[in-house]
C-alpha cells in the first residue's frame, strides 16, 4: 500500500512569490490534514479537509488556503510568500470518517520544505 | 503558546541510560498519542492512550496518561542509539494538535 506523497520535496521561492503544495493520501483516506514545522514552534495546524471539504482551520493568515479534489489529493498554497513561511510542510492522511470524533492514527509524508529568501 | 508543552526540549544521554518526557496541558483531550519524527521523514506513529490513567508499553517504551487526560509521560529504559529522534506528543479533541517535541539523542 503506498503511503503518503508530497510533492515537491525541496524548493526555493523569493518573497512575494506564492506557491502551491501537492499531497495524495493513501488510498482509501479521505481526510488530509496540513501542518507547518519549523524548529522553534513544532508541528502547527493548517487545515484538514474531508471529501473535499474544510473541516477544520488552524490559526494561519488567509494567505494560507487549501483544497481537496474528489479523488481525495489536496492542494495547499501560500500566497505573497514571506521570509517566515520557511518551513517543512507536513501532509498527513487518515482514515476517519465523516462525523467521527477523533482523528486516529495520522499517516505523514515526507513533506514538503520550502526556503523563501 | 502551544496547546501542547513538552520537556525537556532537548536531550543527549548515553546509550543504557533511561530517561523520561514530558507532554503537559491545561486541556482535556478524548486520547492523544505520541509519534517519533526521523530526519527527512514524516512522523510516525507510536502509541496511542485514551483512558485516564493507563500505561501502555511497547519493548523499552512505557507510555502514561495522566488521570485527568490532560498530560502524558513517554519513559524510555536502557535507551539505544536507534532511539534518537524527535519525539511528539499530540493532543486529540475534533482535531490533532502537536507539541514542539523533545529532540533525542543517544550517543553510543
Known amino acids: 500500500k503506498a503511503g503518503v506523497t508530497q510533492t515537491p520535496r525541496y524548493l526555493i521561492k523569493t518573497r512575494g512569490q506564492q506557491v502551491t503544495l501537492s499531497c495524495s493520501p493513501i488510498?482509501?483516506?479521505?481526510?488530509v490534514s496540513w501542518y507547518q514545522q519549523t524548529p522553534g514552534q513544532g508541528l502547527q495546524f493548517l487545515f484538514e479537509?474531508?471529501?473535499?471539504?474544510?473541516?477544520n482551520k488552524g490559526n494561519f493568515p488567509g494567505r494560507f488556503s487549501g483544497r481537496q479534489f474528489s479523488n481525495s489529493r489536496s492542494e495547499m498554497n501560500v500566497s505573497t510568500l514571506e521570509l517566515g513561511d520557511s518551513a517543512l510542510y507536513l501532509c498527513?492522511?487518515?482514515?476517519?470518517?465523516?462525523?467521527?470524533?477523533?482523528?486516529?492514527?495520522?499517516?505523514f509524508g515526507e513533506g514538503s520544505r520550502l526556503t523563501v529568501l | 503558546t502551544q496547546l501542547l508543552e513538552q520537556s525537556p526540549q532537548f536531550l543527549s544521554i548515553q546509550e543504557g541510560e533511561n530517561l523520561t518526557v514530558y507532554c503537559n496541558s491545561s486541556?482535556?483531550?478524548?486520547?492523544l498519542q505520541w509519534y517519533r519524527q526521523e530526519p527527512g521523514e514524516g512522523p510516525v506513529l507510536l502509541v496511542t492512550?485514551?483512558?485516564?490513567?493507563e500505561v501502555k508499553k511497547l519493548k523499552r517504551l512505557t507510555f502514561q496518561f495522566g488521570d485527568a487526560r490532560k498530560d502524558s509521560s513517554l519513559h524510555i529504559t536502557a535507551a539505544q542509539p536507534g532511539d534518537t529522534g524527535l519525539y511528539l506528543c499530540?493532543?486529540?479533541?475534533?482535531?490533532?494538535?502537536f507539541g514542539a517535541g523533545t529532540r533525542l539523542t543517544v550517543k553510543p
Open positions: 498527513a492522511s487518515s482514515s476517519r470518517l465523516r462525523g467521527e470524533a477523533n482523528t486516529g492514527e495520522l499517516f
Open positions: 488510498s482509501g483516506h479521505r481526510s
Open positions: 479537509y474531508f471529501s473535499e471539504t474544510q473541516r
Open positions: 486541556s482535556v483531550f478524548s486520547s
Open positions: 492512550v485514551v483512558t485516564g490513567g
Open positions: 499530540a493532543g486529540v479533541r475534533n482535531d490533532m494538535r
